[in-house]
């Protein structure tokens, strides 16, 4: 016999449909930080035993957190015998008494497959907006050449005699002789859920987006770790969470997917290996299976015109509506900037670069002004930040204003990357 349910019953039937459908599931994390992976050529071969330590900063806040770890690009798979999460206190150290392990699958051990990811369990584990985290790992077999995102702005700590899951710092060496060293080893994501977390925004770029400083502080021996803006959080993305958040919007993250030299419709030529697959190859993996992507700042196509041969601005217009159509089938919205200004006073890295790219001329600058133009006049995107016009010398439209060059005519100061937060119109990223 067909017994009727109660209006109430179904009322609950069909909140917990709601509750167990994998797409609701999903909805309920959030990424509180990321970082884009590269490549797998990182300057790195751990032996059994060692243990890794690096530092992140999320811009969100949960009460819940798991973490996402990529061996995207490694040749054979990798074996960890622990990993761990702390909030950071000094250097390597802990807070006392935070170190948490992470468990994959009820394990403290997990592999990851060449070409894949893993997710650990979710914890609770009260993650504060700002308040930087120490996550480690301990290598269980050699690992050699792991994946990587280039840039981290921030130093790492190796040790072969200390424990992954100790508030202890004792034992571990920071790794800042060269500014290759100071990048993020495996870890991509980290994600929060809890009913505070909103939804993200996500800057998707290249070297203005990462947060990238002047080339010559990249390719010295013991480079001075202010010029490149370590431990610092000094992205504009950065700048940007903050104001956010100062604003009263504490339940809208700002999280990066940028990658240094990146380009839109081309991958990287091997001798730039660590400016990744193009935007258009990375963009599913990047930012549509991220959780609690809502609106995306897209600036990129400086590196298309300048590494091109001839630089063709009708190109990277094509791959620009391409990417903002695939994120509004997503169901995200996108928020365009206009390309930054690059010419300047010849100098060294000018000379160097000029050598290879179309680095700072008048033809890269003609070509970005015609990008420039169909941005500003563009109706197919939801918004635009014109970065062009907030970052330029008045006087020498072309180049940035002296405040905001970082020295070599591209990359921005830390003033620079400031007054990047302050031209986006929060009024675009806090409207439905």
């Not at 609701?24 to 970082?35: C, I, P, R």
């Not at 960890?80 to 403290?108: C, E, H, R, Y």
């Not at 925004?201 to 013991?222: H, K, P, R, T, W």
Request: charged share 15%.
């Amino acid at each position: 016999m067909l017994k009727l349910l109660k209006p109430w019953q179904r009322l609950m039937g069909a909140i917990l449909l709601l509750l167990t459908h994998p797409t609701f599931a999903s909805s309920l994390w959030v990424d509180a930080w990321s970082a884009s992976p590269t490549d797998g050529a990182a300057l790195y071969s751990l032996p059994p035993g060692s243990v890794f330590r690096e530092t992140i900063s999320p811009n969100l806040g949960g009460n819940t957190m798991r973490l996402h770890l990529s061996n995207r690009y490694g040749m054979s798979s990798i074996k960890l015998a622990k990993v761990s999460i702390g909030i950071k206190s000094v250097g390597a150290s802990n807070q006392p008494n935070s170190t948490k392990l992470l468990k994959f699958n009820g394990s403290d051990a997990v592999i990851i497959p060449a070409g894949g990811e893993v997710i650990s369990d979710p914890i609770s584990f009260t993650i504060k907006q700002f308040t930087p985290l120490n996550i480690s790992f301990m290598a269980a077999s050699w690992i050699m050449s792991p994946t990587e995102h280039s840039l981290a702005t921030e130093i790492p700590y190796f040790s072969m005699t200390a424990n992954a899951e100790s508030d202890s710092g004792v034992g571990f060496i920071p790794q800042k002789t060269f500014a290759g060293q100071m990048s993020w080893l495996l870890i991509e994501r980290l994600e929060v859920s809890n009913t505070m977390a909103g939804y993200n925004v996500m800057a998707v770029g290249d070297s203005i987006s990462d947060g990238a400083s002047n080339m010559l502080c990249q390719l010295v021996i013991n480079p001075d770790l202010n010029c490149l803006s370590i431990g610092q959080n000094a992205r504009y993305t950065d700048f940007l969470a903050r104001r956010l958040a100062n604003a009263g919007h504490t339940n809208i993250g700002v999280v990066n997917g940028a990658i240094s030299g990146n380009q839109i419709g081309q991958d990287a030529p091997w001798l730039s290996l660590q400016s990744g697959k193009s935007l258009l190859n990375r963009l599913d993996a990047d930012v549509l299976k991220h959780n609690g992507v809502s609106k995306v700042i897209l600036l990129e196509g400086i590196n298309d015109l300048q590494i091109a041969s001839t630089p063709n601005p009708n190109k990277v217009i094509q791959d620009l509506t391409t990417v903002i159509n695939r994120l509004h089938a997503a169901n995200i919205k996108v928020i365009l900037g206009t390309l930054t200004p690059t010419q300047g006073t010849p100098n060294v890295p000018l000379a160097i670069l000029s050598l290879v790219l179309h680095y700072g001329s008048d033809a890269v600058n003609t070509a970005r002004q015609q990008v420039n133009a169909w941005i500003r006049s563009q109706s197919i995107a939801d918004g635009v930040v014109d970065f062009d016009y907030c970052l330029k010398n008045p006087q020498k439209p072309s180049q940035l204003l002296p405040a905001y060059d970082s020295g070599d005519h591209l990359h921005l100061s830390v003033l620079g990357r400031q007054a990047m937060a302050q031209c986006v119109n929060l009024n675009l990223l806090t409207a439905p």
